[in-house]
Every structure is written in structure tokens, then in C-alpha cells.
T-cell receptor
Framework: DTGVSQDPRHKITKRGQNVTFRCDPISEHNRLYWYRQTLGQGPEFLTYFQNEAQLEKSRLLSDRFSAERPKGSFSTLEIQRTEQGDSAMYLC????????????FGPGTRLTVL | AQKVTQAQTEISVVEKEDVTLDCVYETRDTTYYLFWYKQPPSGELVFLIRRNSFDEQNEISGRYSWNFQKSTSSFNFTITASPVVDSAVYFCALGVYNFNKFYFGSGTKLNVKP
């Protein structure tokens, strides 16, 4: 399978715990994006990497959220001290470097904070 | 400000009927791309079509056609509906800032009945 993969697919955690999600993009894609999607809404941009550099972060991304892409390949998104409002689907997408191409999305990680 | 509005929350049509999904966007950028994505019940977003801001030529591709009008900031998408493959949520998206960020609408749920 050469698509975007995400792990885990589902995560249930208790409020206050830390969680980490992983995204493996399509291998030749140097652009990587994280989104959050809540029920009945479209994907909401969180952050963007070009290779290992984090070039854009949403103002919605509080200091409890951090993302890395250490070698320009896979990426991780960590949420510290989770809150019930963090419950959502977290989507990863990758894209080739040339502007004008489409994003390829992974299946997402569904987070439930109890 | 960048924004995408999909005013239609949910539409129901009968198989083989043409249905148009509306998308209105806001941006001050002169260079941008518009996209339509489909999210079937399985959850993974799938790319359908794209158009750049310099190309207002409308096209037909199989059961799909799209109408891009800069004068009204609209990028509407028409499908000749098939129940099995077309029942899904459809998202319109705007790509700006050299594709460092994307903005998605809230989606239109399309129900196609046999």
C-alpha cells in the first residue's frame, strides 16, 4: 500500500493524559499537513511541514499541541493534557512539492477523550 | 480573510438526476487553487477535481462537470448521480500562500436514492 497511513486508527484516553499520533506520508511527498475534523464540519488546518521544517501553524493550535517531522519523512502530532474538546478525527495529508497538486489524505485517527 | 462556504448542508436526489453542489470562496490572493474532495462513509477524503485561479474554463469529465466563476467567487460542481458511488459528503477547498494552508468548507452531504 503506497498511500498515506496513520496510526493508531482509534484512541480513547482520559482527560489530562498525553497522546501521540503518527503519520507516514507517500514517500516522494515532501509536503505534509495535519488537520482536525469534528462531526459535521470540514477539515480544519492545524500545521504544515515542508520536509522537516514546520512552516505554518494555525492560531488554533494551542501550546498543548506539538508536531514534528524529524527526518522529513513520517510525522508525529502530540497532544498534552488532553481535554474533552480535543475529541475529533485527526487527519494527515501529503502532497508533492509543486503547487497546484492535490493532497492525499490518510484514514485519520479518531480521538475520544473521556 | 480566506473562507469557503458551502451553504447546502444536505441534498437528496434520485439516481441519474443531475445535482449541483455550491461553493463560494473568499480570498485576497490573486493566485489560488480550488478543489473538490469526496468523503464516503468509510471516512477517507478523496480528491475529485481542481482548478487554478487563472483558468475559468469549465469542463465536463464523465459524470462530473464544474463551473468556476471568479466574478461571483463560485466553484460549483455538478454530478449525474449514481447511488452506490456518489452518496458521500463533498467538500470544497481553497489553497493559498504557496499551498502552506488549505481552507475547507463545512461540506454537503449528498444522498442518492435508487
Amino acid at each position: 500500500d503506497t498511500g498515506v497511513s496513520q496510526d493508531p486508527r482509534h484512541k480513547i484516553t482520559k482527560r489530562g493524559q498525553n497522546v501521540t499520533f503518527r503519520c507516514d506520508p507517500i514517500s516522494e511527498h515532501n509536503r505534509l499537513y495535519w488537520y482536525r475534523q469534528t462531526l459535521g464540519q470540514g477539515p480544519e488546518f492545524l500545521t504544515y511541514f515542508q520536509n522537516e521544517a514546520q512552516l505554518e501553524k494555525s492560531r488554533l493550535l494551542s501550546d498543548r499541541f506539538s508536531a514534528e517531522r524529524p527526518k522529513g519523512s513520517f510525522s508525529t502530532l502530540e497532544i498534552q493534557r488532553t481535554e474533552q474538546g480535543d475529541s475529533a478525527m485527526y487527519l494527515c495529508a501529503s502532497m508533492v512539492g509543486l503547487a497546484g497538486h492535490e493532497q492525499f489524505f490518510g484514514p485519520g485517527t479518531r480521538l475520544t477523550v473521556l | 480573510a480566506q473562507k469557503v462556504t458551502q451553504a447546502q448542508t444536505e441534498i437528496s436526489v434520485v439516481e441519474k438526476e443531475d445535482v449541483t453542489l455550491d461553493c463560494v470562496y473568499e480570498t485576497r490572493d490573486t493566485t489560488y487553487y480550488l478543489f473538490w474532495y469526496k468523503q464516503p462513509p468509510s471516512g477517507e477524503l478523496v480528491f475529485l477535481i481542481r482548478r487554478n485561479s487563472f483558468d475559468e474554463q469549465n469542463e465536463i469529465s464523465g459524470r462530473y462537470s464544474w463551473n468556476f466563476q471568479k466574478s461571483t467567487s463560485s466553484f460549483n460542481f455538478t454530478i449525474t448521480a449514481s447511488p452506490v458511488v456518489d452518496s458521500a459528503v463533498y467538500f470544497c477547498a481553497l489553497g493559498v500562500y504557496n499551498f502552506n494552508k488549505f481552507y475547507f468548507g463545512s461540506g454537503t452531504k449528498l444522498n442518492v436514492k435508487p
